[in-house]
């Protein structure tokens, strides 16, 4: 009855950046060896230090199954979800770095203030807007829907908005996140007010701050093009919705 | 003047300027160093007579005004992202513009000017090609 192969479990050092308050005044790196499986993600380890060796870590979770986007952090040097990285993806002959998400006050540990991101995204009017009476359906195509579809996937984790080097640096841009949540409003044709959403990103710390990176492109965890949304949005604005 | 955007401007002069800088930069690369002897060829005489020809001035000229233009608004890019302390960023601003239209005026005018056989030079100072006075 042994044909299935027992679970292989090995010690992985994680190397993680703490930050207390009100006893720190500047972030400092702390390592645990922790038991893991393969079959685990960096999330579990992170609960492994929390309950059994050290209940001070500090992180965000909710859903921990990769929609509620609350565990963004930084893993080796990336943006991803805690909850998604698998243990057996990284390479645990070397340490394993966790951090905060950059560019936002850290607060605490993996928490950092995610109210610029969030003021960021409420400026683009992220709701649907239209002057028709909520009496019936608003009617839409397949292909029209399909317009805006891989935008409508984003969770708001801010892994790309603080993968973004323009905003690391300037903390009024917008963001890529606030553009992919403007694109999804600006290319839906139920939408009326697109013009207006342009009009805010067409502003000094609108569209044009990109360099086109990719760095927002390979942190989204749902794995939108974002570079490409926000490509579509700097036509737009030049020439008009189409 | 109200919609005017220079992040927008900035923006579309890049890539405007960008694939006329292609053109331009190759042409000239490949006229001064593949055609007619390649970069041996090169002297004073070489540049003398290309620009005492119009169509080279306005060639140099265009590519001269691109190039630093396209240039400097990098550099302001960079400076933007890296440089935090609002006076020294503006400071770098304006030492950036200031030797960008510097470079300009004076690439401007010796492409414009240039005589290669002043008249009443001494004659030792003046390459072999000028009329003997």
């Known amino acids: 009855m042994s044909d299935i192969a027992e679970v292989q479990s090995f010690t992985v050092t994680f190397i993680i950046r703490r930050f207390n308050p009100e ?4 972030p400092y790196w702390q390592d645990f060896d922790v038991q893991m499986y393969s079959t685990d993600r960096v999330l579990d380890a992170l609960h492994k230090i929390k309950w059994d060796v050290d209940g001070t870590l500090s992180f965000r979770r909710s859903c921990a199954h990769g929609i509620c986007g609350s565990d963004a952090m930084r893993i080796n040097g990336r943006n991803r979800l805690a909850c998604k990285t698998l243990i057996k993806d990284l390479d645990i002959s ?3 770095y966790v951090e905060a998400i950059k560019g936002l006050p850290l607060e605490k540990d993996l928490i950092v203030d995610m109210e610029p991101f969030f003021a960021a995204y409420r400026e683009i009017n992220p709701f649907l807007q239209t002057s028709a009476k909520p009496e019936k359906e608003h009617i839409q195509s397949p292909e029209q829907r399909a317009r805006f579809d891989d935008t409508t996937k984003c969770i708001l984790c801010a892994a790309c908005t603080t993968s973004c080097p323009v905003f690391w640096t300037d903390g009024q841009y917008f963001g890529p996140a606030a553009i992919v949540n403007a694109h999804r409003f600006i290319f839906d044709s139920r939408d009326e007010e697109a013009q207006v959403r342009l009009d805010i990103l067409n502003s000094k710390e609108g569209v044009w701050r990109c360099r086109t990176t990719f760095n927002c492109s390979e942190a989204c965890p749902r794995g939108i093009e974002v570079t490409k949304a926000i490509a579509e ?6 020439r008009g919705v189409r | 003047m109200k919609n005017f955007n220079l992040e927008k401007a900035g923006w579309l002069f890049m890539r405007g300027s960008g694939a006329v800088l292609i053109v ?3 042409t000239h690369l490949s006229v001064n160093l593949l ?3 390649g970069v041996k060829a090169i002297d004073f005489a070489f540049v003398a007579g290309k620009l005492a020809n119009p169509f080279w001035q306005w060639f140099d000229v265009t590519l ?3 190039a630093l233009i396209h240039g400097a608004n990098g550099m302001r890019t960079v400076i933007n992202d890296y440089v935090l302390r609002e006076k020294f960023r503006k400071g770098l601003l304006v030492a950036l513009v200031a030797s960008t239209a510097l470079l300009i005026v004076m690439g401007t005018l010796v492409v414009f ?6 008249v009443g030079s001494p004659a030792e100072l003046l390459p072999s090609f000028c009329p003997v006075a």
């Open chain 1, 94 to 96: 070397k340490p394993v």
């Open chain 2, 113 to 118: 000017t240039l005589d290669p056989c002043p």
């Open chain 2, 24 to 26: 331009l930069i190759f």
């Open chain 2, 64 to 66: 001269l005004w691109l």
């Open chain 1, 23 to 26: 006893t720190d005044t500047e």
């Open chain 1, 233 to 238: 949005v700097k036509q737009a604005v030049l």
């Open chain 2, 35 to 37: 055609s007619d002897g």
